[in-house]
Nanobody, 117 residues
Framework: QVQLVESGGGLVQPGGSLKLSCAAS????????MGWYRQAPGKQRELVAT???????NYADSVKGRFTISRDNAENTVYLQMNSLKPDDTAVYYC???????????WGQGTQVTVSS
């Protein structure tokens, strides 16, 4: 079983920055893809960004140019640097991991990001 623990959420003013971290543990095999999703009140969960073990990143159009995803394979940790934050970025952010060997995906508990003045 893979466990994901997120950290780094909080309250920030519009235009500010936050960095989220997610540490994975418990996998005996490579975590093929790690990523971040978010869910705002009354809305469906949506993809923010993903990154493969080889470093290939994918972003939602709404965050391109503002957010950067990165990962440390040795530490099984994924990061999301969020700059130029907007009120529309307010949501619970969830870490996600996919392990091909298990053919399973895993979710963290979520961390709240609030962008407000």
């Amino acid at each position: 079983q893979v466990q994901l623990v997120e950290s780094g959420g909080g309250l920030v003013q519009p235009g500010g920055s936050l960095k989220l971290s997610c540490a994975a543990s418990g996998s005996m095999f490579i975590i093929n893809t790690m990523g971040w999703y978010r869910q705002a009140p009354g809305k469906q969960r949506e993809l923010v960004a993903t990154i493969t073990s080889g470093g290939r990143a994918n972003y939602a159009d709404s965050v391109k140019g503002r957010f950067t995803i990165s990962r440390d394979n040795a530490e099984n940790t994924v990061y999301l640097q969020m700059n130029s934050l907007k009120p529309d970025d307010t949501a619970v952010y969830y870490c996600n991991a996919y392990v091909l060997h298990y053919a399973s995906e895993y979710w963290g508990q979520g961390t709240q990001v609030t962008v407000s003045s």
